[in-house]
């Protein structure tokens, strides 16, 4: 099946600065890869996608780049903000109608 | 505004008493989902509805069932609770090529 690993674990970066979260997968018939943010106690809120036949999508700070030789995918938030402080998981499925395989998080802290 | 909405948001149950814990949806999505989500892990995918076709993940516990009488509902039992068991239950629903949709999750607490 597939296997998501997602780095770093943690992350501490100071307000304004950018934040970058790496992830890989397994399985080359991946073809959707979705990023949520998920603060304490609250349900994982999708923040960005992007499909296997696009290299790049950009949403105001948020970004996500994917390299599908290399089967990688990354998450870019630019400046930074305090409220960007949060849980971020990665996924992975062969479209948004199956199930999500997800990395095991990043908990990203932006400090004033 | 559509939704997935699960209830309780918290719920206690003893060792060993059967719950069942329910989520339901307004989006007419035809994938349901239930994800198990420990404190400070990733949701694991405990089983989803593909319309009607259940389909188990190989390591859910058997402790852990599912029904789907409609489109609209689905439902998590677990038949004896262990203290290994509490943890945040997650819905999510799907159509097609739309993401998912979480619900806000209940909170099982074990004693």
């Known amino acids: 099946g597939e296997n998501v690993e997602q780095h770093p674990s943690t992350l501490s970066v100071q307000e304004g600065d950018s934040a970058v979260i790496k992830c890989t997968y397994s399985d080359s018939a991946s073809n959707y890869f979705p990023w949520y943010k998920q603060e304490l106690g609250k349900r994982p809120q999708l923040i960005i996608d992007i499909r296997s036949n696009v290299g790049e999508k950009k949403d105001q700070r948020i970004a996500v780049t994917l390299n599908k030789t290399a089967k990688h995918f990354s998450l870019h938030i630019t400046e930074t903000q305090p409220e960007d402080s949060a849980v971020y998981f990665c996924?992975?499925?062969?479209?948004?109608?199956?199930?999500?395989?997800f990395g095991k998080g990043t908990s990203l802290l932006v400090t004033p | 505004d559509a939704m997935v909405i699960q209830n309780p948001r918290y719920q206690v149950t003893q060792f060993g008493k059967p719950v069942t814990l329910s989520c339901s949806q307004t989006l007419n999505h035809n994938v349901m989902y239930w994800y198990q989500q420990k404190s400070s892990q990733a949701p694991k995918l405990l089983f989803h509805?593909?319309?009607?076709?259940?389909?188990n993940e190989a390591d859910t516990p058997d402790n852990f069932q599912s029904r789907r009488p409609n489109t609209s509902f689905c439902f998590l039992d677990i038949r004896s609770p262990g203290l290994g068991d509490a943890a945040m239950y997650l819905c999510?629903?799907?159509?097609?090529?739309?993401?998912?949709?979480f619900g806000s999750g209940t909170r099982l607490t074990v004693v």
């Open positions: 996924a992975a499925s062969k479209n948004s109608g199956y199930a999500l395989n």
């Open positions: 509805y593909y319309d009607k076709d259940f389909n």
């Open positions: 999510a629903t799907s159509l097609g090529n739309n993401g998912y949709t």
